[in-house]
Structures are given as structure tokens and as C-alpha cells.
């Protein structure tokens, strides 16, 4: 039997939102993208033309073409929860990438418009990684015994291709540095691989950078288990991605996207290796099949109130100067 393929539309064709429909465009077998939405058709001609997308002066005009079944959300994130409602008021499947609002109450704004069963997506594709979901099918089995402590680092050069007109260093749309662009990965592992976050200290500030943006960003949590975490996010170095979990039975280390290394409390080292895979193809899969009833959504509701809560309390523990609580 030959499985029908899903179309979406994408809403937001910059850098990020072109790399999501080259990801699957001639390549996934499940789903592809029909339709860009721009009011600048100009702008995105060019890849639209690339990319055999047919342009969309705005957003109704996909939310109710019945040949189109889902919508990519890629614009800028003041923005995500005013499209969302439209979305599940149209009963249109969403997937939004991360973060998927800026603020709690706008995210509960957003998900009571969306009825119990419409899939809502969000862009946290880390999750995908083999060595990642390797290493949560360990700690659910309990392989590295009561989890202690999780530490994380998200870092690299990106906003040096920023300039300061960009809609990512406008205020607001990127507190706390690298937080919205990178950092936010790791506090959804944190919370998918242990335990939701219940409180949260950081600081923020710029060292290197030219652009009105901070390059040097901790914040440190507590879980709701009883267990801490760290996040480190830099804006001016070399790239790095490390998260390391700390156990009672021992320790598992993501060594970058594709080694999982673990120590048992004798010392007895094992490292695994992975082959790179696309997980911004493969989380636009689950995305597609969770619309065909085939899979449910990949990050639960719970998860992504709780992964925005954290991302809000980061920037508002900068802004305050103490520990605030979810």
C-alpha cells in the first residue's frame, strides 16, 4: 500500500525556515511543503521557485485550502502566538519552531484555542538524535540510578552573522543571549530526560560582541525531582554541545550530536558512536505522522509550558537579579 505523502506550508522563509523545507523537499518519503506564506512575494521567489513552493499572500489562505495539511511556523517570536491561535481555530495541525512563545501565559493563550486532539508541534529536534534517545531509554530504565545533577553546554559563533538591524537582536525577541537560539535546546533535554524545572538563577551579559546582544549566559536549576542542572550558552566561541548526566550508578556524557559516552561508578568507560542524522527531516516526519494519526506529538503540552516557563524565568532572573520560581 502506498502511503500518501503530507503537505504543509511554512510561514517565515529566512535562513532557518528555508533549511526546514530543504530538509524534506525531494528527500522525505512522508512529507513535503506545497506553499510559503510571505505578503512579500518578491522576497521569496526566488527559493520559492527553488524549492517548487507556491507563494501565499497570507496566512487564511493556507489555514483553509484543504489540500494543505499542516503549517510550519518559522517567524519571529513575538509573533508565534498570535499564529498559533489562528491556527487552531482553523483545526490546522502547527508546528512552531522553538521557542514557542516568549512567555507562559502567552503559550497558555495559545494551547486553549487548540482543541484536545489537533497536533501542536514544536521545533526542539535534539530530541531526535539516536545518542539522545539512546540515552533516555537508560535513564528510564534506570541505568545510571537516582539522577543527581545534569550539566549543559549549547555554544558557538552564531551571531556573528547578525547584524543589528536583525530581528533576533531587537529587544525582547532574544533575551538572554544565546538562550532563544541555542541554549533553549538543552533546557528541553533537561526536562525530557529528567524532570520538569521548578526554579531558576541566571545572568546574562555581553563581552565580545559588537551587536546589542549578550554572548555570556548560566543559569543554573532546580528540578521538580530534587535533582540540579546547569546551562552554560556562549555567542562568541567555538561550537560546542555537551550535556552530561550525573547518576548515583554513574555518568552518561553527550560528546557533541553523535557520541554518548558513560562511566560506571569503577571507572569502566564505554563510548558510543552515531551517524549524523537530519533531525530537523526526522522531527518534520514525526510531525507528519502524528497528523496521520500514526504516532502521537513528540513533546507533550506539559513539556512545552514547562520548557517556556524556564526560558521566561531565565531572562527574568537576569532581569531581577535572584532565583525565581515556576
Known sequence: MTQSITN????????????????????SQTVQ???????????????????????SADLDAVLFDSEIDGVVLATPHS???EQIIACARAGKPVF??????LTRASAERALAEASPDLVVAVGHNRRFLPSAVD???????????????????FSGNVASAYEDDHWRVRGGESPAGGLAGAG????????????????????SWRQALDIQMDDTTWATFK????????????????PTFRLQVFGTNGTAELR????????DQSGKREVRDYDPVDTRRTQLEAFGAAIRGESSATISRDDILNGVAAFEAVGLSVERGERVDI
Open 135 to 153: 540515552l533516555k531509554g537508560m535513564l528510564d530504565e534506570g541505568r545510571l540510578g537516582r539522577i543527581l545533577y545534569v550539566e549543559t553546554n
Open 96 to 101: 512552531v519552531e522553538k521557542p514557542f512563545t
Open 33 to 55: 511543503f506545497t506553499n510559503v506564506v510571505s505578503r512579500n512575494a518578491e522576497r521569496v521567489r526566488a527559493d520559492a521557485d527553488r524549492l517548487s513552493l507556491k507563494v
Open 79 to 81: 509573533t508565534h502566538e
Open 8 to 27: 504543509l506550508a511554512i510561514m517565515g522563509m529566512g535562513r532557518w525556515g528555508a533549511q526546514l523545507v530543504e530538509a524534506v523537499q525531494g528527500k
Open 256 to 263: 557533541g550530536e553523535s557520541c554518548l559516552a558513560l562511566t
Open 223 to 238: 528540578l521538580e525531582d530534587g535533582a540540579g542542572a546547569s546551562l552554560t550558552t556562549l555567542m562568541a566561541t567555538a
Open 184 to 203: 533553549i535546546h538543552m533546557i528541553d533535554l533537561i526536562i525530557h530526560l529528567c524532570a520538569p524545572v521548578r526554579s531558576v538563577y541566571a545572568e
